[in-house]
C-alpha cells in the first residue's frame, strides 16, 4: 500500500455545522530503536516496539465551517489550557499533510487533548499524541466525505499519517508488538507505515514496563537532533546492519518464547542507542548518575535473583523495567526494596502491554 492509494478529497459544499470525533491512543516503547531518518519521515532501520496501556493521550477534533479557505486554522487545548507551542507544532504538521487531507484548508479545526501521564516522564507524548490525532484526521474524513475503509486499511492510513507527525507515532496504532521500516523477517513489513506482529508467544502477551523517572528536565538535546547526527555518524553502516539482525533475532524470540534472547537483545538496543548518542560528532549524553546506578543494580539483581528482569531506555535518563506477568510480585519487591530505595526522588509509573487505540467519540 502507498498513500495514492488513498484518495485526497475536497470539499464541494462548504461545511455547514461542527463536526467532533475522539480517539484514545497510547504511547509505546521500543524494543529495537528507531535512530536516524531520511526524506519525509522515513526511517534508516527497522524498528519494533510494544505499545503501552496506561499511558495514552485523549484526543477530541473538531471541523467547524470556516468562510475562506487557507492556511490550516488551529485552536488547540492542551489538558484545559492554550498551548501556544504545542499548536505551532501541531499546526506545522496538519499544514504538512493538506496534501493527504486537502479539506484541512476548508475548515477551521479545534482539537483538545489530555495525557494520563506526566510530562518529561520517559513515555513518548508525541507517540501517543499524533497517533490519536492521525486517527481522528482519518475519522472526520470518514465522516466528511462517507469514505469506507476496511479496520486494516484504516489502522495502516492512521499509522502512515501519524509517521509524518512523529516517527514513533506510526507504531502506536496496534495491539501488542509494532514493526515499522522493512525488514526480512516479516513480507508486510514498510518504511511508510508500522504493522502489527501478532504471532507472539504467551509469555510476552501481558510483558510489564514500571517506568522508574530519575529526572524529570527538558532533554539538553532533542530525539530530532539526535536522528540528525545519524546521517553522517561514523558508525551508521554498521548500527543499520545491527538494527537489521536485532529485527530478526528478537522477532524470532517473541514467536518462540526466548526471554533470555529476549533480554540480550533489548538491553543491547538501548545501551547502542545511547552509545550512538555519545559518539556522534558534537556527542551528548543523556543518562544520569542515577540512571547508570539503576542499570547496573537491574543487571545485578538479574544474576542474583535469577528474575527474567530488563531495562531499556528511551531517548532520555529514565528507565524502563521489563518484566513478566508471572514474576510481578518478586520484582516489585525488588523495586520497592532496592531500586527505589536510594532515592527519594524517583517515581515510578507502572504500565504494560496494551491493547492499542480506541474510539472514544
Ligand atoms: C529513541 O519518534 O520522537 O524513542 O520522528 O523526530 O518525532 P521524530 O522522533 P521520535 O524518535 C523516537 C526515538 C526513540 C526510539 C524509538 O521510539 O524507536
Known amino acids: 500500500m502507498s498513500i495514492s492509494d488513498f484518495s485526497a478529497s475536497r470539499l464541494t459544499i462548504p461545511l455547514s455545522e461542527p463536526v467532533s470525533v475522539a480517539?484514545?491512543?497510547?504511547?509505546?516503547?521500543?524494543?529495537?530503536?528507531?535512530?536516524?531518518?531520511?526524506?519525509?519521515?522515513?526511517?534508516?532501520?527497522?524498528?519494533?516496539?510494544?505499545?503501552?496501556?496506561?499511558?495514552?493521550?485523549?484526543?477530541?477534533?473538531?471541523?467547524?465551517?470556516r468562510e475562506s479557505e487557507g492556511m490550516v486554522e488551529l485552536d488547540l487545548w492542551f489538558e484545559g489550557s492554550q498551548n501556544p507551542l504545542?499548536?505551532?507544532?501541531?499546526?506545522?504538521?496538519?499544514?504538512?499533510?493538506?496534501?493527504?487531507?486537502?479539506?484541512?484548508?476548508?475548515?477551521?479545526?479545534?482539537?483538545?487533548?489530555?495525557?494520563?501521564?506526566?510530562?518529561?516522564?520517559?513515555?513518548?507524548?508525541?507517540?501517543?499524541?499524533?497517533?490519536?490525532?492521525?486517527?481522528?484526521?482519518?475519522?472526520?474524513?470518514?465522516?466528511?466525505?462517507?469514505?469506507?475503509?476496511?479496520?486494516?486499511?484504516?489502522?495502516?492510513?492512521?499509522?502512515?499519517?501519524?509517521?509524518?507527525?512523529?516517527?514513533?507515532?506510526?507504531?502506536?496504532?496496534?495491539?501488542?508488538?509494532?514493526?515499522?521500516?522493512?525488514?526480512?523477517?516479516?513480507?508486510?513489513?514498510?518504511?511508510?507505515?508500522?504493522?502489527?506482529?501478532?504471532?507472539?508467544?504467551?509469555?510476552?502477551?501481558?510483558?510489564?514496563?514500571?517506568?522508574?523517572?530519575?529526572?524529570?528536565?527538558?532533554?539538553?538535546?532533542?530525539?530530532?537532533?539526535?536522528?540528525?547526527?545519524?546521517?553522517?555518524?561514523?558508525?551508521?553502516?554498521?548500527?543499520?546492519?545491527?538494527?537489521?539482525?536485532?529485527?530478526?533475532?528478537?522477532?524470532?524470540?517473541?514467536?518462540t518464547g526466548n526471554k533470555k534472547t529476549f533480554i540480550r537483545i533489548v538491553e543491547n538496543e538501548a545501551f547502542t542507542l545511547h552509545s550512538l548518542m555519545m559518539t556522534s560528532d558534537q556527542g551528548f549524553m543523556l543518562m544520569q548518575p542515577e540512571t547508570v546506578r539503576i542499570i547496573s543494580l537491574i543487571q545485578e539483581l538479574r544474576r542474583k535473583t535469577g528474575l527474567d528482569i530488563c531495562f531499556t531506555l528511551d531517548a532520555g535518563p529514565n528507565i524502563h523495567l521489563l518484566y513478566f506477568e508471572d514474576q510481578i510480585e518478586q520484582v516489585n519487591k525488588l523495586i520497592v526494596e532496592h531500586i527505589l530505595k536510594n532515592d527519594k526522588q524517583n517515581v515510578r509509573i507502572d504500565d504494560y502491554c496494551g491493547e492499542g487505540p480506541v474510539k472514544i467519540g
Open 86 to 255: 504545542f499548536g505551532d507544532r501541531m499546526q506545522r504538521f496538519l499544514q504538512s499533510v493538506t496534501d493527504i487531507f486537502p479539506w484541512l484548508t476548508q475548515v477551521s479545526l479545534k482539537l483538545e487533548t489530555r495525557n494520563t501521564f506526566p510530562h518529561s516522564a520517559g513515555i513518548a507524548s508525541s507517540a501517543s499524541a499524533f497517533s490519536s490525532l492521525s486517527l481522528c484526521l482519518c475519522s472526520l474524513e470518514a465522516e466528511l466525505f462517507g469514505i469506507i475503509l476496511t479496520e486494516e486499511e484504516f489502522r495502516l492510513k492512521a499509522s502512515y499519517v501519524a509517521r509524518l507527525g512523529s516517527g514513533s507515532a506510526c507504531r502506536s496504532l496496534f495491539p501488542g508488538f509494532t514493526i515499522w521500516g522493512r525488514s526480512k523477517a516479516l513480507s508486510g513489513a514498510s518504511d511508510l507505515f508500522a504493522v502489527p506482529f501478532a504471532e507472539v508467544h504467551p509469555v510476552f502477551r501481558n510483558l510489564h514496563d514500571t517506568i522508574i523517572i530519575v529526572n524529570r528536565e527538558q532533554k539538553p538535546v532533542s530525539s530530532s537532533e539526535g536522528h540528525n547526527r545519524m546521517i553522517s555518524h561514523p558508525f551508521a553502516e554498521a548500527r543499520i546492519k545491527q538494527a537489521k539482525k536485532n529485527t530478526i533475532d528478537l522477532l524470532d524470540a517473541l514467536k
Open 23 to 65: 480517539w484514545q491512543s497510547p504511547s509505546n516503547i521500543a524494543l529495537v530503536k528507531y535512530w536516524g531518518k531520511t526524506g519525509r519521515q522515513l526511517p534508516l532501520n527497522p524498528s519494533l516496539s510494544m505499545t503501552l496501556s496506561e499511558a495514552y493521550t485523549e484526543t477530541k477534533l473538531t471541523a467547524l465551517p
